[in-house]
């Protein structure tokens, strides 16, 4: 599967912004999709996820209430809809999926593929 982040651009604090994940085929059963991000200096953490089976979620806990995952299963697409954006949200925002059970759903090395990321800056 080969996956197309998009939507990342620059946005004042408390401003909102939406990033979609393009799959290339059907993603269907006990995959998930994951989103993840990494600021410069430091290591890629774990934002959101979505089982496509079942439609669970799950949200790191800085951004819960603020973020939302949800899906276009006619496109094939995932979105990260993110609200009140703040400073350290800037990052590079990145799509993967994979067979990924629920204990290891934020974990990066479950995910085997990834899409290319997607810069969002936030300024104060």
């Known amino acids: 599967v080969q996956l197309q982040a998009s939507g990342g651009g620059l946005v004042q604090a408390g401003g909102s912004l939406r990033l979609s994940c393009a799959a290339s085929?059907?993603?269907?059963?006990?995959?998930?999709l994951g989103w993840f991000r990494q600021a410069p200096g430091k290591e890629r953490e774990f934002v959101a996820s979505?089982?496509?089976?079942?439609?669970?979620?799950d949200y790191v806990d800085s951004v819960k209430g603020r973020f939302t995952i949800s899906r276009d299963n006619a496109k094939n697409t995932v979105y990260l809809q993110m609200n009140d954006l703040k400073p350290e949200d800037t990052a590079v925002y990145y799509c993967a999926v994979g067979r990924v059970i629920t204990s290891s759903r934020r974990v990066p090395n479950a995910y085997g593929s990834w899409g290319q990321g997607t810069l969002v800056t936030v300024s104060s």
């Open positions: 085929e059907r993603i269907f059963g006990r995959y998930a």
């Open positions: 979505l089982h496509w089976s079942g439609g669970s979620t």
